[in-house]
């Protein structure tokens, strides 16, 4: 799956074109997290503007809906080493030695990891900007790089 010919450096996906497929990533979840906080509250009749927020400050069900999550997201990572963001953008997730497809232990790390770049500012994702391979924390601790796939 190598963006590149054999020996040369693929095309690492920087931190700006992640960005825009985190929107579009966040575009097609927005109704599944609806539908997880209309499940949670108990039905439409429950939901208040109370109720969401008592959901933002509530660490347990935020860690409940980012598990839920990781359900469809990496699944997609499994089957397309992308998600829909990342596959508008020509990119892939690959293993960081081989640039093959990572293991789906690989991808469980990674998920999980997005937590520890999200704590402290969101560094670990702005740590792509200025990282030589462009990896988040994520990425590094799941040993996974994003490249540009050609056509």
């Given amino acids: 799956m190598s963006s590149s010919p054999r020996g040369a450096e693929p095309e690492y996906v920087g931190f700006w074109a992640r960005v825009a497929a ?4 966040t ?10 906080l209309v ?11 109370e109720r969401l927020l008592e ?41 960081a030695v081989t640039l093959g497809p990572p293991s789906p232990r690989q991808l469980l ?4 990891g997005y937590l520890l770049a999200t704590v402290p500012l969101c560094l670990g994702f702005v740590w792509v ?3 030589r391979r462009k990896q988040g924390w994520h990425d590094k601790l799941a040993n996974t790089v994003v490249i540009r796939v050609k056509r």
């Fill in 109 to 112: 790390i990674r998920y999980a």
């Fill in 22 to 25: 985190a929107l579009v990533d």
């Fill in 55 to 95: 959901w933002a400050q509530s660490s347990s069900e935020q860690l409940l809906l980012f598990a839920a999550l990781a359900l469809v997201v990496v699944p997609l990572w499994m089957r397309r080493s992308a998600t829909p963001g990342k596959q508008l953008i020509d990119a892939r997730i690959v293993d």
């Fill in 27 to 36: 575009v097609w979840m927005l109704p599944l997290v609806a539908v997880w």
């Fill in 129 to 131: 900007a200025f990282d």
């Fill in 39 to 49: 499940v949670v509250s108990g039905g439409w009749r429950r939901l208040s503007l």
